[in-house]
């Protein structure tokens, strides 16, 4: 008779919170109708997953004239699929590319003008801002000053530790939307899937190279056409690689942040200001959707 011994293994369940920036429309933009589509798509995605995202209002892209209350209506969408919804500027300047920080600041005030008066129908308030692009490459002082005026206003600034840079597969995937080359269409999507399980496997990778365990993830996806379209392929991505998605105060209260990001530069990309850590160049698009996006005539 042969035994068989049952041995138990435990298994490490993942932590990470879902962001996504440059709200209501990033890269490309046809017209309203299109955005209004891409945006219920991702927001119809949210409400079935019930998954905690917080999302990242540009206010440049909700003031056109004539289309005012449909792009407003646009972020109701997403507040209506259980998004809370934080400021990311008015303009999506980078601090470094401001004229000033008082510019900057004003830029800040600017962005929330309408938010606010939408997250107030759904008793709720803004929390959260994100710098534009995390981008924080500005002098010490510059730094300060916002930082001084976000504490003072109460806004938590966010970093992430993953961020997929969807832009050369956005542009042709919108081109041959429009061109109604399906076949393209379909190979865009599968590249840049292979390009996220890639760009999944290299973060991990860092925080398995840097630390003992691994970090509670904050994940970040623009508000693109082809993240919209793709965002159950995403999420489902994500939980299959073992990642259960938590609120983002739960992540932003990880240690490994406090310790590694210093308060100056939290709102930065973690791996970008991070001390103590050894960083490599990320996954990038292959040479043919490089090209396709290289080759655009429109």
Request: proline share 5%; net charge negative; glycine share 6%.
């Amino acid at each position: 008779m042969i035994g068989i011994t049952a041995h138990s293994q435990s298994t490490v369940i993942k932590h990470a919170a879902l962001t996504m920036d440059q709200m209501p429309v990033a890269g490309k933009q046809v017209n309203l109708m299109w955005v209004v589509g891409f945006n219920y798509t991702g927001a119809n995605t949210l409400a079935k997953s019930k998954m905690p995202m917080v999302g990242f209002v540009n206010e440049k892209n909700l003031i056109a004239p004539t289309e005012k209350e449909k792009r407003e209506a646009i972020i109701g969408t997403w507040l209506d699929s259980g998004m809370e919804v934080g400021n990311g500027t008015f303009s999506s300047i980078p601090l470094g590319k401001a004229k000033s920080a008082e510019w900057f600041i004003n830029d800040i005030n600017y962005g929330d003008r309408v938010i606010s008066r939408l997250v107030a129908d759904y008793e709720s308030v803004l929390r959260y801002f994100r710098f534009p692009d995390m981008n924080l490459e500005a002098s010490p002082e510059r730094i300060d000053s916002v930082n001084y005026f976000l504490n003072r206003e109460g806004y938590i600034p966010v970093t992430a530790t993953i961020r997929f840079e969807d832009e050369y597969f956005n542009t042709p995937y919108i081109n041959s939307k429009i061109e109604r080359d399906t076949m393209l269409v379909r190979y865009i999507g599968e590249r840049y899937i292979e390009y996220i399980k890639k760009t999944l496997d290299f973060y991990e990778e860092q925080a398995k190279k840097n630390f003992t365990r691994q970090i509670t993830h904050i994940i970040d996806i623009r508000c693109s056409e082809i993240n919209n379209d793709m965002l159950g392929y995403i999420m489902y991505i994500i939980w299959h690689r073992g990642y259960r998605f938590i609120p983002l105060g739960e992540a932003l209260s990880d240690p490994l942040y406090r310790r590694h990001l210093p308060e100056r530069y939290r709102g930065g990309f973690f791996w970008d200001y991070a001390v103590g850590v050894e960083t490599e160049t990320p996954p990038q698009p292959g040479v043919m959707i490089k090209a396709l996006y290289e080759y655009q005539t429109y």
